[in-house]
């Protein structure tokens, strides 16, 4: 059973940061490309990060430069850095695994000014 589940949201001031994980009961995990999408309340969902099986990243314009998309292939496990978070960062972040389309519930990140 495809499982994926977010960890690591919560409340932080702006400046902060916080590192999110991602934990994929899947198949050949270390093979497969993965992501972190967010979605704020009235917007659509958007990419913030993916990661290849080659560990090439991939950032929205918007987190380049502050968010880190990372992997640990042993653990099943993708993780998020976010530094120098602003209020905009606020969303609940989705982990995603594209060829199998499969999302996690979500994480809430609530950064205040």
């Known amino acids: 059973q495809v499982q994926l589940v977010e960890s690591g949201g919560g409340l932080v001031q702006s400046g902060g940061s916080l590192r999110l994980s991602c934990v994929a009961s899947?198949?050949?995990?270390?093979?497969?490309?993965m992501a972190w999408y967010r979605q704020a309340p009235g917007k659509q969902r958007e990419l913030v990060a993916s990661?290849?099986?080659?560990?090439?990243?991939t950032y929205g314009d918007s987190v380049k430069g502050r968010f880190t998309v990372s992997r640990d292939n042993a653990k099943n496990t993708v993780y998020l850095q976010m530094n120098s978070l602003k209020p905009d960062d606020t969303a609940v972040y989705y982990c995603?695994?594209?060829?199998?389309?499969?999302w996690g519930r979500g994480t809430q990140v609530t950064v205040s000014s």
């Open positions: 899947i198949t050949i995990f270390e093979h497969r490309t």
């Open positions: 990661i290849t099986r080659g560990d090439t990243p």
């Open positions: 995603n695994c594209p060829t199998l389309g499969a």
